[in-house]
């Protein structure tokens, strides 16, 4: 069976510092890839995804950049960490095809301090 | 482009009272209709899925959704909920051009509290 992946659980991170976020996928080949973040209240937003290796499309202009390097890997990162990064990250994977259902990963809660 | 409306953002019923969440949608194409529960502490979850057929849709834990197309929504509902559905609840929308990675749209969800 598939099984998502993501860590670390939890990140406190000062203002400014750089951020790595990894997402694996376990028990299938060539996935769709995603990133959300999710804001009390406000539901998921979707930040980046990915339907191969080097391939990321970005849905949201933002201090975060997505890196797909192997096929089951999905890497959120950023330079430079703005407060208004604080969030819960969900990593999701769907079966490329139509129509496809998500499955979400366990999520990293960030802090900016 | 789509969007997805959740009404209710918290409701609090007690045990064995009936359950409906509203979910409206925006968008004039095909569209795939999903519920996630995300419990105190887990994953985000699939409930149930629409994709076509019965409009009627059965998921897990004795939740349905009905998809009614002329009114945009997708409603979740439980005849009895029990203190263990606490948690919160997400209509989301998927929409997109075949082929593409289909991108879901989510509503801000309902918290539901259920009192013992």
């Known amino acids: 069976s598939q099984t998502i992946h993501q860590w670390p659980a939890t990140l406190v991170q000062p203002v400014g510092s750089p951020l790595s976020l990894e997402c694996t996928v376990e028990?299938?080949?060539?996935?769709?890839l995603y990133w959300y973040r999710q804001a009390a209240g406000r539901g998921l937003q979707l930040l980046f995804y990915s339907v191969g290796i080097g391939q990321i499309s970005s849905e949201v202009p933002q201090n975060l950049s997505a890196s797909r390097p192997q096929d089951r890997q999905f890497i959120l990162s950023s330079k430079k960490l703005l407060l208004s990064d604080s969030g819960f990250y969900l990593c999701a994977w769907s079966v490329a095809g139509v129509p496809d259902t998500q499955y979400f990963g366990p999520g990293t809660r960030l802090t900016v301090l | 482009a789509q969007s997805v409306s959740q009404h209710n953002h918290h409701v609090i019923l007690s045990e064995a009272a009936s359950l409906e969440l509203g979910c409206n949608y925006s968008?004039?194409?095909?569209?795939?209709l999903f519920w996630y529960v995300q419990y105190p502490g887990q994953h985000l979850q699939l409930l149930l899925k629409?994709?076509?057929?019965?409009?009627l849709v059965k998921g897990i834990k004795g939740f349905e959704a009905e998809f009614i197309k002329s009114k945009f929504s997708f409603n979740l509902r439980k005849p009895s909920v029990q203190w263990s559905d606490t948690a919160e609840y997400f209509c989301?929308?998927?929409?997109?051009?075949?082929?593409?990675?289909?991108?879901?749209?989510f509503g801000s969800g309902t918290q539901l509290t259920v009192l013992p």
């Open positions: 989301a929308v998927n929409a997109g051009p075949s082929g593409s990675a289909r991108q879901l749209t």
């Open positions: 629409y994709f076509s057929g019965d409009p």
């Open positions: 968008y004039g194409g095909t569209v795939n």
């Open positions: 028990g299938t080949s060539n996935p769709n």
